[in-house]
């Protein structure tokens, strides 16, 4: 059985940091991808940041800069670090097991808008919020 799960979600200031992780268990974590997926309040989902088997990182563009995600194959742990926190990165965090036919032209591709069903396998998530 495939199992997800985040930790490390909490509420901190404008300009701080944090880093996610997420235990996964049930599949063969070394060959798989896996993405970082977030839904703010009142909004839809959006895609973080994905991770190939080889450890090529991918990044939504407005995120690039301030997020960095990586992988530890012998814990089984995918981590998301997010540094200068702001307001708008208040959402909840999901972890999802990812399919490598997303990863092609060295790109990631991502349909918009992410719908639920677009992701066979999620963690239960992790609250982020950033206020003052």
């Known amino acids: 059985e495939v199992r997800l799960v985040e930790s490390g979600g909490g509420l901190v200031q404008p300009g701080e940091s944090l880093k996610l992780s997420c235990a996964a268990s049930?599949?063969?974590?070394?060959?798989?991808?896996l993405s970082w997926l977030r839904q703010a309040p009142g909004k839809g989902l959006e895609w973080v940041s994905a991770?190939?088997?080889?450890?090529?990182?991918y990044y939504a563009y407005s995120l690039k800069d301030r997020f960095t995600i990586s992988r530890d194959n012998a814990k089984n742990i995918v981590y998301l670090q997010m540094d200068s926190l702001q307001p708008e990165d208040t959402a909840k965090y999901y972890c999802?097991?990812?399919?490598?036919?997303?990863?092609?032209?060295?790109?990631?591709?991502?349909?918009?808008?992410?719908?639920?069903?677009?992701?066979?396998?999620w963690g239960q998530g992790t609250q982020v919020t950033v206020s003052s």
């Open positions: 999802v097991l990812d399919d490598h036919s997303r990863f092609y032209l060295g790109a990631y591709h991502v349909r918009s808008p992410v719908v639920r069903e677009d992701y066979d396998y």
């Open positions: 049930g599949f063969t974590f070394s060959t798989s991808a």
């Open positions: 991770i190939y088997s080889d450890a090529t990182t």
